[in-house]
């Protein structure tokens, strides 16, 4: 699942998921995806930190919420993007200690290098289902 609120970037790096074989799911911010979370649970998920409606952060305060009822919630990994210039300690501060926290990458980053941090979050988590 991508979320993030440029089309550009969710349509950039959904051509490189799925280049790679993997299935995608799109959302322009955290509300529209805790509205597919519905439907199905993502392998991965790629957030954003600044949208409107639902930021990155308020979004996962939210998930955690949601999986004391539904604990496969937890078992999600993700990977934090901004284009912001946050401080490593900040987004570090705001994440760290979540289930399925894998880390952040800013927006400038090489989408196969996403891919990859994916393929190696989705096999690590999927030994812990």
């Known amino acids: 699942m991508i979320v993030d609120d440029e089309p550009t970037i969710r349509e950039l790096f959904s051509y490189v998921f799925l280049d790679a074989g993997h299935e995608v799911v799109m959302a322009e911010n955290g509300r529209r995806a805790l ?10 998920m790629l957030l954003d930190v600044m949208m409107p409606e639902m930021t990155g952060k308020d979004f996962i ?18 990977i934090v993007m901004t284009g912001e210039n ?35 979050a989705i096999k690590t988590w999927s030994a812990r289902k």
């Open 35 to 44: 509205e597919l979370l519905g439907a199905a649970l993502p392998d991965f």
């Open 61 to 78: 305060e939210e998930l955690a919420r949601l999986a004391r009822t539904n604990p496969a919630l937890d078992r999600i990994p993700f």
């Open 86 to 120: 946050f401080l490593e300690g900040d987004l570090n501060n705001a994440f760290a200690g979540r289930p399925g926290f894998v880390g952040y990458v800013p927006k400038m980053v090489v989408p196969e290098t996403v891919v990859a941090q994916a393929n190696e």
